[in-house]
C-alpha cells in the first residue's frame, strides 16, 4: 500500500530511474500519474490512449486501434475480452513496433492469443455460442470485471465456497449482462437471492461447475456467451481453481461430443 499518490510515484519512478534517451517508456497516457511520472523520465516517452489524449503512440479511437496513424486493426476483433486488455494490446503493440515487429504479426497474435488459462480465458465457439473460463475469479470484483467485458448476453456460472458475504454488489451487473444464471456450491442461495433481486429471469440450481454447463446449453441461444465466473473460491467443492476450471473444460467438451454424436 503506497498510502498517498507522491509515494505511488515515486515508487513508480523507479521503473524508469536508469533509463537514458536511448530507452523507451511505455506508459498510459489517459491516466494523469503517469503524465506527471513521464515528465520526470529521462527517457523517450511511448504513449498509449484509449480516451484520444494522444496519437504519438498507440491509440483506439471510433473502435479501431492504431500506431501513430496506421491503422492496426478493429478493438473487437482482439480475443481477450474486456477494456483492461485493450489497453494491455495497446501497450504490446507500442513494444512490437518499437522492435519492428510488422502489423501482419500483431494481428495475427491478438486475433489468435486467447489468454492466461482460467483468467477469461476463451474456451470454444460451438453453434454460435461462445464458452469462457474465468474460474480464477475466486472473489466479487474479478467477476464484475468479467461482466463488464461482454456486450453479448451471458449465461453465468458462479458460486462455491461460503465465506460469509453476500452479492448484492453483482446486482447492477446482473441486470445488465445476465439472462440466465447457474448457481451451485455452498453459497448458491446467496448468489440465487442476488439474482432475484437483480431480476434474472431464468434462475437454475446445479450440483457444481461441471453439471452446470448442459443447464446452461438448454436455456442458450446462439449470440449467447457460456461464462464460468464464480466469484468465490472453489474449496467446497475443487482442490483449486485451476482444477474447477480443467474440470469446467472438460464439462464444455463432453457437451459437444454429446451434441455431435446426436
Not at 495475427?108 to 482460467?118: E, I
Not at 436455456?219 to 449467447?224: A, F, L, M, Q, R
Amino acid at each position: 500500500n503506497h498510502k498517498t499518490r507522491e509515494n505511488y510515484i515515486n515508487a513508480k519512478l523507479n521503473i524508469t530511474r536508469n533509463q537514458t534517451s536511448d530507452d523507451y517508456l511505455i506508459m498510459n497516457w489517459d491516466r494523469d500519474e503517469w503524465q506527471q511520472i513521464a515528465r520526470r523520465s529521462q527517457a523517450t516517452i511511448v504513449p498509449f490512449s484509449r480516451q484520444n489524449k494522444s496519437h504519438d503512440g498507440s491509440y483506439e479511437e471510433d473502435g479501431k486501434i492504431y500506431w501513430r496513424g496506421d491503422y492496426i486493426m478493429d478493438a473487437k476483433d482482439i480475443r481477450l475480452i474486456g477494456p483492461q486488455n485493450v489497453e494491455n494490446a495497446l501497450a504490446a503493440i507500442a513494444a512490437a513496433k518499437l522492435s519492428g515487429v510488422t502489423n501482419q504479426d500483431i494481428v495475427d497474435v491478438l486475433t489468435s492469443f486467447s489468454g492466461v488459462r482460467h483468467r477469461l480465458q476463451y474456451v470454444t465457439d460451438y453453434q454460435g455460442r461462445r464458452f469462457y473460463n474465468d474460474s480464477k475469479s475466486t472473489d466479487i470484483e474479478a467477476t464484475e470485471v468479467a461482466l463488464q467485458g461482454f456486450e453479448q448476453p451471458v449465461i453465468l456460472l458462479a458460486g462455491g465456497l461460503d465465506r460469509g458475504y453476500t452479492f448484492e454488489r453483482l446486482v447492477p451487473y446482473f441486470k445488465k449482462h445476465v439472462k440466465a444464471i447457474i448457481v451451485f456450491g455452498q453459497c448458491k442461495d446467496k448468489m440465487k437471492d442476488a439474482a432475484e433481486q437483480a431480476g434474472i429471469p431464468t434462475i437454475i440450481e446445479s450440483e457444481n461447475a461441471i453439471t452446470a454447463v448442459p443447464e446452461a446449453w438448454k436455456v442458450s441461444d446462439p449470440g449467447d456467451v457460456i461464462l464460468l465466473s464464480p466469484a468465490n473460491a472453489s474449496w467446497d467443492q475443487f482442490p483449486s481453481f485451476e482444477v474447477r476450471g480443467d474440470k469446467f473444460i472438460e464439462a464444455v467438451d463432453n457437451l459437444i461430443k454429446t451434441k455431435e454424436g446426436e
